[in-house]
RNA sequence: GCCACUAUAGCUCAGUAGGUAGAGCGCAUCCUUGGUAAGGAUGAGGUCACCGGUUCAAUCCCGGUUAGUGGCUCCA
């Protein structure tokens, strides 16, 4: 029998008998690596465990270390579910179940609908599967025979599926026990490598992710070959609870939703100091950078949105009114009112770019059930700007944008991704014009060394744009800052520059937003901080705590000196415990706590307490405050 | 909008085989004057989300509405 040579990453070389499988490679160079690889890459190309290797190849083996091996080892359990599945509910049909970022799920057609008692009946299911230790066989059957196999046991959306796949496509199976489902593979070896296992949550979704399709109900899981790491996982959730903007939005008093305007938020005191030193920053910024600030009204004509195109394209998210007898709408994006500002004059090609800045507060009809805290609502405040431009501006100011955006960030400390997104199929405008736009934004992206990754059919319904995106306390990202090209929308409202020649031309203009809302980047802000603003930004930056009611005087004193020079602070003189204020201080997180006793009064001093750094001693007040007014100049956190 | 679940005091949650409810925290008053995460006493707070049905009787059972939660779809 021949022998082949199987090259690991290490470079190092070895010979086998041909047709020796992965498994038996994988046991030879380790017993410890035969336990964990999952399974192995051969020439780049993910295989099975099983599979024999009959030529020469190069071999690397995947465990659950590997982001590769982690799909697989999901993939696997979404198998081991279905199965479970089959058995417990006779009649299911199967949809998919693939790996996702942190589990894994599978889609079900069942008449009964799951609930939590379900769930743990699944969940002993699989466990008795995974001690079977079955094993994971793949085969292949040529179309007819594959169809025929999923119509005989009413599996309508396998045959769905098989049907859309190129007719040249293998067809390959996986089969563990009595269970086989359609997969590309490849699997783990068998069901026992499995170890532990939590199924989430039941939720509907649509086959094929469109809701003109039936709704099916889903089934999420984790799944993890350490016991630890599910708790660990599980501990992530909670403390992804505990940062929930919405819980500490109500806990530390910034902000309220009722019932009587689901979607429309409540600033309190407290969220109005974050949403005004915000909006501070940002207005210095802009200065900086040339835009000028200017405000257009919430409430215009219908024309204009008719014009504007809003009215074919974005209508059934918009809120319409009508004053004497004329139909007005409720703006849904600022864009047209700063064209007007624009358009209200005639401009000289020297006078561009024009910056136009807007902090404008836009309502949108969003569905009921996409309403998500300050994340999603139904009215918020954009930190727009839309800059008109000569054609060869173009580079120059999105590149501007760009850096700007990322300027922002890093004050907060954010880590953002960045993505294209593309013309959307309810677009307006040509081919060649969404070309041309894409390409600019493309290049900006390029010549400023950015990764990026594209989003086909995402774009606005006037042009592409960058999207830049943040995570959130679960791991969800959300868009926030938006750099949109458009062409459209200076041809709807005509808009024109006198030229060198003297003639009139057509300016370009970009859209582009860098909290994006400011509601929902404070609901960001919230859970990326846990609630612990940094000084520049905390509602109340210090509270001065007297020990008795005879340092009230003096406390007094303190908080007045503060305030004078601009310092939030507020007094705690109720005649309780020191120990129990500063559990309430620490509790609403506010970054300091003076306490002043008789030794604090005898010298001017305080006694201060951070909130993450503990007692940090007595010293004299003039210092405590220089200090803290340079903390919150270089907004450090 | 769709699927599932939920709604009891300001907050977190008990509770009733159907007979109009309870704890802790918070709040108020008083006592306590205490050096870095809960001192004590007393007290006030609820049309049990809303509308209808079944019943002698509904916070509890049924239907609907509204809002919230987790997803899906959609989006800043």
Redesign the pocket.
């Known amino acids: 029998m021949n022998n082949i040579k199987i090259t690991l990453p290490d470079g190092s070389e070895n010979e086998y008998p041909a047709g020796t499988t992965l498994i038996e490679i994988a046991k030879g160079i380790s017993p410890r690596l035969g336990k964990e690889a999952l399974v192995a890459k051969v020439n780049g190309q993910l295989m099975d465990m099983g599979s024999p290797i009959k030529k020469d190849a190069s071999v690397e083996f995947l465990t659950f270390e590997d982001e590769e091996g982690k799909q697989v080892y999901r993939h696997s359990t979404s198998h081991v579910m279905a199965q479970a599945v089959q058995k417990l509910f006779p009649g299911v049909k199967f949809a998919i179940g693939p790996a996702i970022n942190d589990g894994f799920y599978y889609d079900f057609d069942v008449i009964d ?4 008692d379900d769930l743990a009946k699944i969940e002993k299911e699989m466990e008795a599967i995974i001690k079977a230790n079955l094993p994971f066989e793949r085969f292949e059957l040529p179309r007819p025979q594959a169809l025929a196999l999923f119509e005989e046991s009413g599996q309508n959306y396998k045959v769905e599926l098989i049907e859309d796949l190129p007719d040249d496509a293998i067809l390959s199976f996986y089969r563990q026990g009595d269970f086989t489902d359609l997969c590309a593979g490849p699997h783990i070896p068998s069901t026992g490598r499995l170890r532990a296992v939590k199924l ?7 086959w094929r ?3 003109k399709n039936k ?1 099916l ?2 089934i ?1 899981g984790v799944s993890f070959p350490k016991k630890a790491m599910l708790d660990e996982y599980l501990f992530r959730i909670e403390e992804a609870k505990r940062r ?1 903007h ?2 500490l939005g ?1 806990e530390l008093d910034l902000f309220s ?1 009722q ?1 009587e305007g ?2 429309f938020p409540f600033f309190h005191p407290r969220g109005m100091i974050l949403r005004n030193e915000l909006e501070k920053y940002w207005r210095e910024e802009h200065q900086k950078r040339g835009y000028q600030e200017i405000r257009t009204p919430i409430i215009l004509n219908r024309a204009l949105w008719e014009q504007s195109g809003h009215w074919d394209h974005y209508r059934e ?1 918009m809120y319409f009114t009508k004053i004497d007898e004329a139909d007005y709408a409720v703006k849904p994006m600022n864009c047209p009112g700063s064209i007007m500002v624009y358009n209200n004059r005639l401009h000289s090609y020297r006078e561009l770019p024009i910056r136009l800045a807007e902090l404008g507060l836009v309502h ?1 009809h ?8 300050l ?4 009215c ?1 405040t ?1 930190d727009d700007a839309h800059i008109f431009m000569l054609p060869h501006q173009v580079r120059e100011e999105i590149t501007g944008v760009i850096d700007m955006i990322d300027d922002f960030y890093k004050v907060f400390g954010f880590s953002y991704h960045v993505e294209l997104s593309t013309k ?1 199929e309810k677009a307006m405008g040509a081919d060649e014009i969404w070309e041309l736009a894409t390409g600019a934004l493309r290049d900006a992206l390029e010549a400023g060394g950015l990764n990026y990754k594209v989003n086909e059919g ?1 774009g ?1 319904f006037y042009g592409p ?1 960058i ?1 830049f995106h943040l995570e959130d306390s ?1 791991g ?1 990202t ?3 800052g ?1 750099i949109q090209l458009d062409f459209l929308m200076p041809e709807k409202f005509n808009l024109s520059y006198v030229g060198e020649d003297g003639q009139k031309h057509r300016p370009v203009m970009i859209h582009r ?1 860098v909290f ?2 400011i ?2 980047f404070i609901g960001i802000l919230t859970e990326h901080y846990a609630g612990a603003f940094p000084a520049w930004l905390a509602p109340v930056q210090a509270r001065v705590i ?5 340092h009230a005087g003096y406390a007094r004193e303190v908080v007045g000196r503060l305030d004078k020079d601009g310092i939030r602070v507020d007094l705690d003189a109720r ?6 204020k ?2 309430e201080a ?2 609403q997180k506010i970054p300091y ?1 003076l ?6 009064v005898d010298h001017c001093a305080v ?3 951070h ?1 993450v750094r ?2 940090l ?2 010293i004299p007040i003039g210092e405590f405050e220089e200090k803290l007014l340079e903390e919150i100049r270089v907004k450090a956190y």
């Not at 569905?367 to 998500?372: A, I, P, T």
């Not at 306490?595 to 604090?600: A, F, L, P, S, T």
């Open positions: 609908t799951f609930t939590p989430l949550n039941v939720a509907g979704a649509y992710g469109s809701e709704m109900q889903r999420y929930d919405r819980k109500a939703i019932d689901p979607g998210n949108r969003e569905m009921s059930g996409v309403l998500h805290g994340m999603r609502v139904r918020f954009q959307p995402d606005a744009k999207d679960l969800r959300w868009q926030c938006t937003v994006g809302s509601e929902r007297p020990i008795t009611d005879r005649s309780e415990k020191i120990n129990y500063i559990r620490q509790a706590m306490v002043i006793g008789d030794k604090e006694a201060v307490r909130r503990g007692d001693g007595a």
